[in-house]
């Protein structure tokens, strides 16, 4: 209910699309099956996925309207751990959504909020919907984007400019979650805390462990086990009593 309030009250403020309402509610319905907690594969996922960002030279946070309401906090707290760069970058694309994502950002204590007005300046190539516009200084260049919430065009058009793709996606059949080179199949609510308590934690370590963690992940293992549980879960449910005694 209360991801729910933050997505109402960031659609009050200009910040999400009524789309972004449907996206949640499709986010909702996979939360459901995968149990509404963060799974190992998940934890697996948030490992590989910090550990790409701190080995990165110009890592970038892509924030869409849904991020923003849901994690503000969270997206400032991981860029300043793993010193990336915060970039918009909207579906639906206006100057007012810009700069009022990028105010709210602000107000979560960014300091520096890439991808508004004259600043997406850049574009992707093959890509047709406003996604396309992109920071020189941020996603651009960047070698490791962090995409929450996406959809499927715009990861695959990253993945074909050689970049390294980290997507957060409830959904593991969705095109985002099947293209990422790294794919977080949680709620954004749970993965970004979880992502920035594990930037602490790994930042410790040096360069040769980290990539040894990345060497040994595998994101296809990852979407199997996401189904895989999804399907054990519905069959525990199926096989057990449903109805409700009253
Ligand atoms: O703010 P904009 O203009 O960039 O538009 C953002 C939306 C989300 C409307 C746009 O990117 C869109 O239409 O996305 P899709 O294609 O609906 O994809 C959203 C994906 O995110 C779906 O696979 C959902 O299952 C998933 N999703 C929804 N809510 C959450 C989520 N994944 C993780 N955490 C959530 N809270």
């Not at 969705?174 to 977080?184: G, L, M, P, Y």
Request: hydrophobic residues 45%.
């Amino acid at each position: 209910m209360l991801i729910r309030e933050k997505l109402v009250e960031g659609f009050k403020r200009g910040i999400v699309v009524p789309e972004g309402l449907i996206a949640h509610g499709r986010g909702e319905c996979f939360d459901y099956l995968i149990g509404e907690s963060t799974q190992p594969f998940a934890l697996r996922a948030i490992e590989a996925a910090v550990a790409a960002l701190l080995l990165a030279k110009h890592p970038v946070i892509s924030v869409n309207g849904n991020t923003a309401a849901l994690v503000p906090r969270e997206v400032v707290e991981l860029a300043e751990e793993v010193n990336a760069k915060i970039e918009v970058n909207l579906f639906y694309r206006t100057r007012e959504r810009e700069e009022a994502i990028a105010e709210w950002l602000r107000m979560h204590g960014a300091r520096e909020v890439l991808g508004v007005g004259e600043d997406a300046l850049a574009t992707i190539p093959e890509l047709f919907s406003e996604r396309r516009r992109v920071s020189p200084r941020g996603i651009l260049v960047a070698d490791v984007v962090l995409v929450p919430l996406e959809d499927g065009d715009r990861t695959e058009a990253l993945r074909r400019m050689g970049k390294t793709v980290i997507a957060i996606d409830l959904n593991p059949l969705s095109r985002t979650a099947r293209a990422a080179n790294i794919t977080i199949v949680d709620n954004v609510v749970r993965a970004m805390p979880l992502m920035v308590e594990k930037a602490r934690e790994l930042k410790k370590k040096t360069r040769e462990e980290l990539a040894r963690i990345l060497e040994s992940y595998d994101n296809n293992r990852v979407l199997q086990e996401a189904l895989l549980h999804i399907y054990k879960r519905l069959q525990e449910l199926a096989s057990s009593k449903l109805t409700l005694d009253l």
